[in-house]
């Protein structure tokens, strides 16, 4: 009689399903005949402008140290960034992206009987992350496809340890204002940690009252803040995420987390793109006329989208978006559907280069038309 391994896994494990990345290029081509250079991708919140000429040297410099293991503390990139971000080495956790990172604050602060809280519409690592531990998801309706903070502190129970908020939200797009986030936090609990995933700040357009995580620490000792290198300093495939919090509640997180998870490569990349803020500043710009030029070019077409602060937007194609998505593969365009967050009449958009963009565009015109006729 062979054995169910399926049925020996933990409980949590059991009823989770896999998290789905964006469709590759090099799967789009071999499946449609098309040349991988006439695909364009918008589908995964990656830097259309590339690497930083600066990462690139110091990755290639790197590569000559492939045969040994890295710096299992990345002193050198806690240095160059506990400056860029004015609070000390200690109160860094550094992780194979920021992914890693909210898999081990769980780990670290939940498990089997805890609640777990965040919102409707939210990061789908969170869900995955809290039934991995064994922990019960307290999912919040959202309210304008965003957090409902007043409604999330009311879901506080004595049961909560963790309470998940990404600022700006991905799949969404949309953003809560500090005056709301300090509201929230003045709220809860000091027992529970409320982690501020921040992945996409760097996009944020400097209104008066936006959020700086880190700012807040001070105020908040149960405030954990995340951010990446995978999204506006473009070293997605190098994988380098990060935590910030006191030192207390950091010691904790880095006897848990894998030794050598940031791979030497990626420690110099980071490490290197932290002094080239004139990428920095070239990504925002980019970034900011291509929401401009998507959300015309959605106008244009009469479609209603949700305003974002990242560097994608989520647009209601009127439909089901998964037959949109199909139509725009067949004509090489990668977006992504978001029906597995509830939104199953959105397709969410990264913003690319301008051509890419119009190229995308003009795909969606010739799928929407093709669909009416």
């Given at each position: ?8 896994a933990v409980?949590?494990?059991?009823s ?5 990345p964006?469709k590759?290029i090099?799967?789009?081509a071999?499946?449609?005949g098309?040349?991988p250079?006439?695909?364009v991708?918008?589908?995964s919140?990656?830097?259309p402008?590339g690497p930083?000429p600066?990462a ?11 045969c040994?293991?890295p710096?299992g503390?990345a ?5 160059a ?5 004015q609070v000390v ?10 992914n ?6 769980a780990?670290?602060f939940a498990g ?11 990061f ?8 991995a ?11 304008d ?15 909560t340890r963790?309470v ?5 939200n991905n799949p ?5 204002g500090?005056?709301?986030i300090r509201a929230?936090l003045?709220?809860v609990?000091?027992r529970?940690l409320v982690v501020l995933d921040?992945a996409?700040?760097?996009y ?6 936006d959020?700086?995580?880190i700012?807040?620490?001070r105020?908040?000792p149960?405030?954990v803040v995340?951010?990446?290198?995978s ?5 997605a495939?190098l ?6 919090s006191s030192p207390?509640i950091?010691?904790?997180?880095n006897?848990?987390?894998q030794?050598f998870?940031?791979?030497?490569v990626a420690?110099a990349?980071?490490t290197?793109?932290l002094?080239?803020l004139?990428?920095l500043e ?5 970034n ?9 070019g959605f ?8 305003p ?5 937007v989520a647009?209601d194609?009127?439909?089901n978006?998964q037959e949109i998505?199909q139509?725009l ?6 977006v992504?559907p978001?029906a ?13 280069l301008?051509e890419?963009?119009e190229r ?6 010739r799928v929407?038309e093709?669909r009416?006729?």
């Amino acid at each position: 009689m062979s054995i169910d391994y399926q049925s020996l896994a933990v409980e949590g494990v059991r009823s989770l399903t896999p998290y789905q990345p964006g469709k590759p290029i090099e799967e789009l081509a071999r499946e449609y005949g098309l040349e991988p250079d006439e695909i364009v991708k918008l589908a995964s919140n990656e830097n259309p402008l590339g690497p930083s000429p600066v990462a690139m040297e110091a990755a290639r410099e790197a590569l000559e140290e492939m045969c040994r293991y890295p710096d299992g503390n990345a002193f050198t990139l806690k240095q160059a960034l506990a400056r860029y971000l004015q609070v000390v080495p200690s109160q860094l956790t550094l992780g194979n992206g920021s992914n890693d990172v909210l898999e081990v604050i769980a780990r670290c602060f939940a498990g089997p009987g805890d609640e777990v809280v965040y919102a409707q519409h939210a990061f789908a690592v969170y869900p995955l992350v809290t039934l991995a531990i064994g922990a019960k998801g307290v999912e919040v309706s959202a309210k304008d496809w965003g957090h409902d903070l007043p409604a999330m502190a009311d879901a506080i129970s004595d049961r909560t340890r963790l309470v998940f908020i990404a600022n700006p939200n991905n799949p969404t797009g949309t953003v809560e204002g500090e005056t709301a986030i300090r509201a929230f936090l003045d709220r809860v609990p000091e027992r529970v940690l409320v982690v501020l995933d921040e992945a996409y700040c760097e996009y944020l357009a400097g209104t008066d009252d936006d959020v700086d995580g880190i700012s807040l620490l001070r105020d908040y000792p149960n405030l954990v803040v995340t951010r990446t290198f995978s999204k506006a300093w473009g070293l997605a495939a190098l994988r380098v995420g990060y935590a910030v919090s006191s030192p207390s509640i950091a010691d904790i997180l880095n006897r848990v987390r894998q030794p050598f998870n940031v791979d030497t490569v990626a420690q110099a990349a980071a490490t290197a793109v932290l002094g080239d803020l004139e990428y920095l500043e070239r990504s925002r710009e980019v970034n900011r006329k291509g929401l401009e030029q998507l959300t015309a070019g959605f106008a244009d077409l009469g479609l209603e989208w949700i305003p974002s602060a990242g560097n994608f937007v989520a647009v209601d194609v009127g439909t089901n978006a998964q037959e949109i998505f199909q139509g725009l593969l067949e004509q090489g365009v990668i977006v992504r559907p978001v029906a597995g967050y509830g939104m199953p009449r959105h397709l969410r958009v990264s913003v690319g280069l301008a051509e890419e963009n119009e190229r995308f565009l003009e795909a969606l015109k010739r799928v929407l038309e093709r669909r009416e006729a």
